[in-house]
C-alpha cells in the first residue's frame, strides 16, 4: 500500500538533501513503512561485480511484491562498473521523475590507480596487456600529473562502457570486435587527492575468475604484480568515467596506468556510511535471503 511521505528524519550533510527531502530516505534501521510512501530514496552498497541494473531489479522485484504493485518504478541515479562498489542512489515510485536532479550532482570516490602496465578495459575486467617503467615516477612527477587534471577536462570514455554511440552501447562494440569512432566528453574535476605514497602491488595469489554469470560473464583478473599501486579520492562531476582518469594519470607520468579498486563514497550529500547492505535491504523488505 502506498500513503503519506515519511516524516521521520536525521541529521544529514548539506545535500541529503533538503528537509523535506531527508524525510523521504530511508535508512537502515528503520520500520518498514506502512503504507508505503508514494516516493522514497534507498540508499544501496553496491556489490562488486553487480551491474547497477542488477540491483535496480532486486529491489523492485522484492519491493513491488511487498507493497502490492507490480508496476512499481524504481531507478538508479546514476550507474556504477560492475568493478566498482558503494553509494548507488534508488530513487522509489515518485521520486523516480528527480533522477535526473540527484544524477547532476556532483560524485566522490576512493580507489587505487596501479602504474606499470595499461588493460583494454582501463580495469581489471581485461587482463593486463602492454607494460611500461615506473622507477622514474617520484612524488613531483605524481604532483605535476595530478594538477593537469583539475577543472574541466576532456576525456574519452572505455571501449567497455555504457556510453551510446549511433544509438548503441560501447561495450557491445566492444565485445563483438567491431570498431567505433570514440566521443570525447567534456567533465569536471574539482578535488583529486594522492593519498600517501606509491607501494609495491600486494600480489593475491588469486587467477582470473568470473565474478558474475549474471547477462554476460564478468571477469576479475589480478592485479600486474610488477606494478607499483597509488591511492587516491576524487570529487567530480556527472558523466566522469574514473577509469579513463587512471590510464589518463598513468600516461601524464610518462607510464601506463590502469583503475584497480574504485568505490563510490558520495553522491551530492548522500553518502556511503548510510547506505543499506543490499542482503539487508532485501531482508528488511520482507525475504529472508537474496
Known sequence: MFGKEVTNCRTVSSAEYNVYLCGMIIYPGQSFPDPFPKGAVLLVDKPLAWTSFDVVNKV??????????????????????????????????????????????PKTYEGSIVLGATTPSFDLEKAPDQFFPTDHITPAVMEAARLLFLGDIEQIPPIFSAVK????????????????????????????ELLGDLKKVQSSGKEAYVASKKGAPIMLHPDYPEGMML?????????TYIRSLAKDFGEAVQSGGYLSRLVRTGTGGFELKNAWNLEALIAWIGENQL
Do not use: W
Not at 61 to 79: D, I, P
Not at 231 to 239: I, L, T, W
Open 165 to 192: 554511440v549511433d544509438g548503441r552501447r560501447l561495450y557491445k562494440n566492444a565485445r563483438t570486435g567491431e570498431e567505433v569512432e570514440l566521443p570525447q566528453r567534456k567533465v569536471r574535476i574539482d578535488s583529486l
Open 231 to 239: 591511492d587516491f579520492r576524487v570529487m567530480c562531476s556527472k558523466g
Open 60 to 105: 523492485r522485484y522484492f519491493l513491488s511484491r511487498r507493497v502490492g504493485n507490480k508496476k512499481l518504478k524504481v531507478g538508479h541515479a546514476g550507474t556504477l562498473d560492475p568493478l566498482a562498489t558503494g553509494l548507488l542512489v534508488i530513487c522509489v515510485g515518485d521520486f523516480t521523475k528527480r533522477i535526473e536532479e540527484f544524477q547532476a550532482m
